[in-house]
């Protein structure tokens, strides 16, 4: 099984674990990978068990892009703060492009994570 990936910046990490949390039972039927503090907070918050990849600026993000390389992911739910520069602004460029490459679905944001779970429970 195809692993889901959950990735989100510093100001939205609240936001991904409310979310997480609101449908902690479909996420409970897939592997989980997440870069490394939003991992932890997700599994603080929900008791999920979750891989912790590196935090994105130090390679998380990358290492998200190499399983989505692989053919190893499902989707992504990177939810992004559009509203502050990241300094590692290229990973995220390149992870993103990875996932169109691949045609990875990737949700930026809580209303395209709520549509990508709903069409995911009715396939």
């Known amino acids: 099984m195809k692993k889901i990936a959950l990735i989100a910046h510093?100001?939205?990490?609240?936001d991904l674990v409310n979310f997480v949390k609101n449908h902690v039972e479909f996420f409970k039927n897939y592997p989980l990978v997440a870069t490394g503090t939003t991992g932890k907070r997700i599994m603080e918050a929900t008791?999920?068990?979750?891989?912790?990849?590196?935090?994105?600026?130090?390679?998380?993000?990358?290492?998200?892009?190499?399983?989505?390389?692989?053919?190893q992911i499902e989707v992504v739910f990177f939810f992004r703060d559009p509203l502050t520069a990241q300094p590692h602004e290229p990973d995220i460029s390149a992870l993103i492009r990875l996932a169109d490459v691949h045609k990875i679905p990737i949700a930026t944001n809580k209303s395209t994570a709520e549509l990508?779970?709903?069409?995911?429970?009715n396939r």
């Open 116 to 121: 990508i779970i709903k069409a995911l429970k």
């Open 10 to 14: 510093d100001n939205m990490k609240n």
């Open 47 to 71: 008791g999920l068990e979750i891989c912790r990849y590196q935090s994105g600026p130090i390679g998380g993000d990358q290492q998200i892009g190499a399983d989505i390389a692989t053919n």
